[in-house]
C-alpha cells in the first residue's frame, strides 16, 4: 500500500538518504532488536545509531519532509 510513495520518497532523496525496505513478515528476526511491531515503521539511522522512528502510512511529500527534519 505505502510502496509507490516509499519508491518515490526514495528518488527524491536519492543523494541526501538512503531509504531500504525489509519485509518483517518474512524476515523478523532482523526486525526484533529494533522492536520494530508494527507495519509500515521507518526509521531513520546515521552511523549505527537509531535518530528517529515513525510509525504508519505517510504519502511520498510527507516520507520527505520527515526525513529532512531529521538530517
Do not use: C, H, N
Not at 41 to 69: C, D, H, N, Y
Amino acid at each position: 500500500m505505502m510502496a509507490p510513495a516509499f519508491a518515490q520518497a526514495a528518488q527524491q532523496l536519492a543523494g541526501k538518504a538512503q531509504l531500504a525496505k525489509l519485509d518483517t513478515e518474512a524476515y523478523p528476526q532482523p526486525a526484533a532488536p529494533f522492536g520494530i511491531r508494527s507495519s509500515p515503521t521507518m526509521v531513520i539511522f546515521k552511523e549505527g545509531k537509531e535518530l528517529a522512528r515513525v510509525s504508519g502510512a505517510m504519502p511520498a511529500g510527507e516520507i520527505v519532509r520527515w526525513v529532512q527534519s531529521v538530517i
